[in-house]
């Protein structure tokens, strides 16, 4: 079964001067009636219209400037004026007649206000045309045709649509049709100034080789519009019927369809799949792990600031060049490594103080040489006690011990902002307490040279 899309769904109407752009070739050759052989002359000669005829009992009428003015002509007809929306010819059709008759029982007992009852109130035209290529299955389509009330009609009604029909139909009745329509008018439609544009998109079968227009139930809406005498009919001129496969999705307007793009609702360009770059760099920013600075390919489209190899969101130094093994920092030198183990034990207090003895001078002032040595070097102060006496004195103790270090090399130079102190009481022993070898090596200070920014 047919699937008419949500989105679309009948009944889209637009002033004639905002349709849209054809999305394709049109499917209905003579889709605008411009094509007649011979020249229509009067009413009911839709067959001279090249590939149309009707679709039931009902007549349809061809308008063309060439036609008589009285009757068919353009602007100038029987039913009122209008211009064609384009070339110089349009199709009209009884979309309903609203058949009265007289109301006898008022004219006896004069209890009923009508003067008239309905009748049969099922006259209908419908104008069919084969297409020039059958439906694909599972395709979208897009139908859409402009239409106009013509100035003498009497009533407005809506469910103006079209159908796709897998057989030419050729029903021997004249009145409205059971086949539902793919494409029709929601609203009622009882413009005669403008013309208007039915359209919307459906799904085919995969069979349907005619498209037929006209007026479809089951809920059709009717409206009386009399001016002057009433003819008691819904009347429409009819131009631009097009069927076209439908363009295919592409939510986000970049040029790369849906199925195709990795990243539909974002827009991007066609390269990266209709994925977005925001720093351009050639890297789709789903995969970019840095996706607002510029970077290699090959770096995962980060950058590489120091141009050590290591982008710079892997790089704990992005600043200065640097090996793998340290993570993008620079190597520490041996002598800084020797250095600072001799430091773990060189560096010497009075007892229960943080008062630095003279005998540590010699090595601290060697931490200061490789600190002005090596600029891009920040140092941690790590201060350790063995775990004689009271818990919180030693972790008070350690604190200031590195705080004395930390003093220590500042005055000396060293820039206060490349250094940070900390304590850790007797909480983390390299060695065992229950020994005084074991506790002379816990009780210690070690740097750590970092590189934070």
Not at 67 to 86: K, R, V
Not at 196 to 205: L, M, P, Q, R
Not at 298 to 311: E, F, H, K, L, M
């Amino acid at each position: 079964m047919k699937k008419i899309l949500p989105y679309a769904l009948a009944g889209i109407l637009l002033p004639a001067l905002a349709t849209g752009q054809d999305q394709g070739p049109n499917l209905v050759d003579n889709g605008s009636f411009e094509t007649t052989s011979p020249v229509v002359t009067t009413w009911d000669q839709l067959e001279r219209a090249t590939g149309w005829t009707n679709a039931n009992g009902g007549s349809v009428d061809i308008f063309s400037a060439e036609g008589c003015t009285n009757t068919i002509g353009i602007p100038e007809n029987e039913l009122g004026s209008s211009t064609a929306f384009e070339g110089s010819s349009y199709a009209g059709f009884v979309a309903w007649k609203d058949d009265q008759r007289p109301n006898w029982k008022r004219m006896v007992n004069g209890r009923d206000e009508s003067p008239t009852r309905a009748a049969w109130n099922q006259y209908s035209e419908y104008l069919q045309a084969a297409l020039n290529a059958p439906l694909s299955a599972g395709q979208k389509y897009d139908i859409s045709f402009m239409v106009k009330l013509a100035d003498k009609s009497d009533r407005a009604m809506s469910g103006i649509g079209a159908y796709c029909s897998p057989t030419m139909l050729d029903h021997a009745h004249r009145h409205h049709m059971t086949e539902l329509a793919d494409v029709a008018s929601t609203s009622i439609l009882e413009n005669k100034k403008d013309w208007v544009e039915v359209k919307g998109t459906f799904v085919a079968d995969g069979d349907e080789k005619y498209v037929v227009i006209g007026a479809f139930g089951p809920n059709m809406e009717k409206k009386k519009v009399v001016e002057g005498a009433d003819n008691q009919r819904a009347y429409y001129y009819i131009d631009a019927i097009a069927v076209r496969l439908h363009p295919e999705d592409d939510r986000d307007k970049d040029g790369v369809i849906d199925k195709e793009d990795n990243c539909p609702d974002e827009p991007g360009p066609v390269a990266l799949g209709g994925c977005p770059d925001r720093d351009n760099d050639g890297v789709a920013d789903k995969m970019d792990a840095c996706p607002d600075k510029a970077g290699p390919v090959n770096q995962q489209g980060c950058p590489d600031t120091d141009g050590d190899g290591i982008a710079d969101n892997l790089d704990k130094c992005p600043n200065v060049a640097g090996i793998a093994e340290m993570k993008g920092c620079p190597a520490i030198h041996e002598d800084t490594k020797k250095l600072f183990e001799k430091a773990l034990t060189g560096i010497q207090f009075e007892t229960g103080s943080a008062v630095i003895k003279k005998s540590s001078y010699g090595i601290l002032d060697q931490v200061v040489a490789v600190m002005q040595n090596n600029p891009e070097y920040k140092l941690e102060i790590h201060g350790h006690t063995d775990s004689q006496g009271d818990d919180a004195k030693n972790m008070t103790l350690s604190e200031k011990r590195a705080a004395s270090v930390r003093e220590y090399l500042t005055t000396k130079g060293v820039d206060g902002e490349r250094l940070r102190s900390f304590g850790h009481g007797e909480t983390e022993p390299v060695a065992d307490n229950n020994t005084s070898a074991g506790r002379a090596k816990n009780r210690r200070v070690e740097f750590k040279v970092m590189f934070w920014e």
